[in-house]
Nanobody, 119 residues
């Protein structure tokens, strides 16, 4: 059974940084495609960043140059380093996994961690 547990959310001021973590279990972590999504109140969920099993990455235009996705296969953990945070980054952030990368289509989801950025 695939389990994804996010942590690291919180409240920061604009310009600050946070690092989100996602602990994964129940599958061959290193071979999966992993991603981060977010959903703000009243808005659709959107893909933020994704990383393939070979380490290749994609980012939403809104976070390029500010966010970095990475993973530690030895720890079965996915990370999202978020720098230069803006109030518009405020959202619930979700970790996601899929057997293969196919755009922003993912199969498994975590429960989310809240990120709040104040101006």
């Amino acid at each position: 059974q695939v389990q994804l547990v996010e942590s690291g959310g919180g409240s920061v001021q604009a310009g600050g940084s946070l690092r989100l973590s996602c602990a994964a279990s129940g599958y061959t972590y290193s071979s999966y495609c992993m991603g981060w999504f977010r959903q703000a109140p009243g808005k659709e969920r959107e893909g933020v960043a994704a990383i393939d099993s070979d380490g290749s990455t994609i980012y939403a235009d809104s976070v390029k140059g500010r966010f970095t996705i990475s993973k530690d296969n030895a720890k079965n953990t996915l990370y999202l380093q978020m720098n230069s945070l803006k109030p518009e980054d405020t959202a619930m952030y979700y970790c996601a996994a899929a057997p293969i990368c196919y755009g922003w289509t993912f199969t498994y989801w975590g429960q989310g961690t809240q990120v709040t950025v104040s101006s």
